[in-house]
């Protein structure tokens, strides 16, 4: 059954720093995805990856998926305050025959940063 | 409708009474999920539907969950004889097909079981 890994859970650095999210997962996975929530809202969907060495970015977020070493990384290049909320990254699971699509979310990495 | 819609926003019940979450997805999304979010146990699967059945209900904790999906839209999520270890944020989420990349996630139901 798919496991899903973040770290670090708890991230707090200072604006205008660099960081990294590590996303590792167990088994293999279809797709894996990235998404944003703020404090008492919903899950905002960033990034779905989808192959071996996908990378996409977003205004200071990239995220890349290696499926071999089965992880995914969601780096942030000079961090602002408006980027604090908690960030979690999911495993698509789809068995033969495509029966679900369920995800498989890690912790979460609550990010803060401080000005 | 223009995202996916939860209702009630907040919910705080007796132990022991039923409740009902709902759920509108987006207009001609085909799959609906349900999630349940707590402080101890993350971000977990609930049940998965594609149309109006159920190919997955793994995620349900106990058989006093129950969901149902009608016209292949609105859903409900009933929960029976509430109990404190309940109380969570009921998240709801669509995609477009079972296989489309991309789900989308309601505002979610907080329920308190005092």
């Known amino acids: 059954e798919l496991k899903v890994e973040q770290n670090p859970l708890f991230l707090s650095m200072q604006e205008g720093k660099n960081y990294t999210i590590y996303c590792n997962y167990s088994?293999?996975?279809?797709?894996l995805y990235w998404y944003r929530q703020d404090p008492g809202k919903s899950l905002e969907s960033l990034f779905v990856?989808?192959?071996?060495?996908a990378v996409k970015q977003e205004g200071r977020l990239m995220a890349s998926l290696d499926t071999k070493a089965r992880l995914s990384t969601l780096h942030i290049t000079a961090a602002v305050h408006d980027l604090s909320a908690t960030y979690f990254c999911a495993g698509g699971v789809e068995p033969p025959g495509g029966a679900t699509n369920k995800l498989i979310f890690g912790t979460g990495t609550l990010l803060a940063v401080q000005p | 409708g223009a995202g996916v819609s939860q209702s009630p926003s907040n919910k705080v019940t007796e132990k022991g009474k039923d409740v009902e979450l709902r759920c509108d997805p987006i207009s001609g999304h085909t799959a609906l999920y349900w999630y349940r979010q707590s402080l101890g146990q993350g971000l977990e699967f609930l049940i998965y539907f594609q149309g109006n059945s159920a190919p997955d209900k793994s995620g349900l904790p106990s058989d006093r969950f129950s969901a149902e999906r009608t016209g292949g839209s609105v859903s409900t999520l009933t929960i029976q004889r509430t109990q404190q270890e309940d109380s969570a944020v009921y998240l709801c989420a669509s995609s477009l097909t079972h296989t489309n990349t991309e789900a989308f996630f309601g505002q979610g139901t907080r329920l308190t079981v005092v």
């Open positions: 990856l989808l192959s071996n060495g």
């Open positions: 088994t293999t996975s279809d797709r």
